[in-house]
């Protein structure tokens, strides 16, 4: 594995240490094999557990769980009631009610699932603004929060100015709405979490352990570098590294960039800045900042949507500095000026899986009944992935459920145009955005080409953003 870990998987191993960790070195049966230990892998594993202790379940990760998103992320503990007019176009109103509310009732279920577990993820149920930082931002919120409102399930209160500035830490914000049902958590302690418990559970867990090959059948068949797993059931967990193995995935995501800076413990400054501690901030444009402090005082920034990767290659997208350190330090000194914060303690990237439709997919493997899949989170996974481990637990045990039915267990709901297109529009529309998005900062009106070409980056809502 690279060097350059995310700033928490580095922070989680060296809490672990000395790592036990086991490989797979010979043949095996399982009821249930998970390829992925990320959170969709992990979740689901100990769902399926408890829910039917007799199954025998075995977990694999090509390095180690925790090593994909699920150990990089911004740890923002966000819901979907932002997208509430997506999921309402695409499944009608009672089941964007019914996601909405799941989701934030997830937030919930995390936090007493590590409280119940022990595991001391430093997650913080200190709630989320939802903000505007520029005129051009302003009003996106208030037509969802009166939809969620005449539906009863509205989690969003508007905030005054000063009350922002309060809570914040920055007076950049000139329009916000608060909601609780969400937070922060350290992500990759969360991961390493899940993994403990899943053991603790007798799920059996193989890090290091790369799926090959998957042989359809009956028992399908896991093939890794030294065992295959003859798996009852297949559940493929495996994020953007999906489509580097079932092409008929290859159009369904494009592979973006999020970049993160975090400073040296800053916990006095902090104080003084009225920061929320625990409560994920996230901005209003396209390509989002999102920032939160950590349970040491620092400061954690991070922005979306730097990098397309050409051909949707994975791995290069993960365990690197971020190449976009200066951009986001720009942000961070605008945001928060007061702070004099010109180094950062650590910068890394990492790779989404961002689907047309802003929301995950789920479904069975070409046609197979045995073997599910679930990914296209597009940034927005912490707290959404123990959804998708609800959908796939229904899957694999073989319910007719409102989970095995839902609008996101039908495969992708759209495509993106093949390569080189994708990569050159995507560039194209990335600078774009960034050009509409600048000149928005200055109160100047964007080019009119830049404002055409940003609505391809999904600017119809905050549905849309690219975290
Ligand atoms: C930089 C970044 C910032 C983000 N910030 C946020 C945020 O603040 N809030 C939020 O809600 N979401 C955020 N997300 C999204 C969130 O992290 C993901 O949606 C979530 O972690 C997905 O979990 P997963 O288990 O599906 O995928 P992953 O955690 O990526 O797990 C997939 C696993 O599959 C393994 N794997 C791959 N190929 C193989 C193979 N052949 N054999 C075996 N194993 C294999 C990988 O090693 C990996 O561990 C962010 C994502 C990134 C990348």
């Not at 000395?18 to 230990?37: H, K, M, N, R």
């Not at 350290?186 to 899940?194: E, M, S």
């Not at 976009?324 to 990492?350: C, M, N, V």
């Not at 267990?409 to 050009?435: C, D, H, S, T």
Request: with cysteine; hydrophobic share 35%; proline share 4%.
């Amino acid at each position: 594995m690279s060097s350059h870990l995310s700033y928490w998987f580095k922070q989680a191993l060296e809490m672990e240490s000395p790592l036990d960790t086991q490989t797979l070195a010979t043949d095996i049966s399982a009821d249930v094999a998970i390829v992925g230990g990320g959170y969709t892998g992990l979740w689901t594993a100990i769902m399926l557990k408890q829910q039917q202790p007799h199954l025998d379940i075995v977990v694999i990760d090509k390095g180690l769980c925790g090593s994909g998103a699920s150990g990089a992320n911004g740890g923002c503990m966000l819901t979907w009631s932002t997208k509430y007019p997506t999921l309402k176009r695409l499944f009608g109103e009672e089941q964007a009610k019914w996601l909405v509310e799941e989701s934030e009732q997830a937030v919930y279920d995390i936090e007493q699932f590590c409280f119940e577990h022990n595991i001391d993820a430093q997650l913080y149920r200190s709630g989320t603004f939802y903000t505007a930082t520029n005129s051009a931002q302003q009003g996106q919120m208030q037509p969802i929060v009166e939809q969620l409102e005449q539906l009863a399930c509205n989690s969003w209160t508007s905030c005054s100015k000063p009350e922002l500035t309060a809570s914040t830490g920055s007076n950049q914000h000139i329009e916000g709405h608060y909601s609780p049902a969400a937070g922060s958590v350290q992500p990759a302690l969360l991961v390493r979490g899940l993994r403990r418990v899943a053991i603790q559970l007798g799920i059996k867990v193989y890090e290091n352990t790369a799926m090959e090959r998957l042989e359809f059948g009956s028992p399908a068949v896991v093939n890794t570098p030294h065992g295959s797993i003859y798996a009852g059931k297949v559940v493929l967990g495996l994020n953007a590294w999906m489509i580097e193995h079932f092409k008929p995935f290859k159009r369904s995501i494009v592979v973006v960039s999020s970049d993160m800076v975090i400073t040296d413990p800053i916990k006095k400054q902090l104080e003084q800045s009225g920061l929320k501690q625990g409560a994920s901030v996230v901005d209003s444009r396209i390509f989002v900042h999102y920032y939160r402090d950590t349970k040491d005082g620092r400061l954690m920034l991070g922005k979306g949507g730097n990098q397309f990767s050409f051909a949707n290659r994975v791995d290069p997208m993960f365990n690197k500095q971020s190449q976009y350190a200066d951009l986001i330090s720009r942000s961070f000194s605008h945001l928060f000026p007061e702070l004099g914060q010109s180094e950062f303690a650590y910068s890394w990237t990492g790779g989404s899986d961002r689907s047309v439709t802003g929301l995950p997919f789920f479904g069975h493997l070409d046609g197979q009944e045995n073997i599910v899949y679930g990914f296209g989170y597009s940034g927005n996974g912490v707290t959404q992935t123990r959804i998708g481990a609800k959908i796939l637990t229904s899957l694999v045990l073989e319910r007719q459920d409102a989970w095995s039915q839902c609008g996101l267990a039908k495969g992708p709901l759209g495509y993106f145009p093949p390569e080189p297109i994708r990569w050159l529009g995507a560039m194209m529309v990335r600078n774009a955005v960034r050009r509409k998005e600048d000149a928005e900062d200055r109160e100047e009106t964007p080019r009119p080409w830049d404002k055409w070409l940003a609505k391809f980056a999904g600017a119809a809502g905050k549905a849309d953003k690219v975290e």
